[in-house]
Nanobody, 118 residues
């Protein structure tokens, strides 16, 4: 399994950003695809996940309403739309995947940096 995250950058507070994760190596219909983030000096935290087969999405309470996760079956990508960015959203964002019966995420991409200036 290979996960390639992209789309990060330096933005201002209030801007929007769309992260994309290109997934390859297998069929992901029985997988959960997720996004985690790790801010400087903090532990990695769950942001959002989507079950590939159904499109059911799950969000951390801290991002609900501003973040939207989606998947594109044709492109084999999982996107994270981030609106109304805040300085506290500054982090490295990681794309991840796990088989739907697993409790832990097994596969991780390399991360993409999001920096939000105030």
């Amino acid at each position: 399994v290979q996960l390639q995250a992209s789309g990060g950058g330096l933005v201002q507070a209030g801007d929007s950003l769309r992260l994309s994760c290109a997934a390859s190596g297998r069929t992901f219909s029985n997988y959960f695809m997720g996004w985690f983030r790790q801010a400087p000096g903090k532990e990695r935290e769950f942001v959002a996940a989507i079950r590939w087969s159904t499109g059911m999405a799950y969000y951390a309470e801290s991002v609900r309403g501003r973040f939207t996760i989606s998947r594109d079956n044709a492109k084999n990508t999982v996107d994270l739309q981030i609106n109304s960015l805040k300085p506290e959203d500054t982090a490295v964002y990681y794309c991840t995947a796990k088989y739907y019966t697993r409790t832990e995420y097994d596969y991780w991409g390399q991360g993409t940096q999001v920096t939000v200036s105030s």
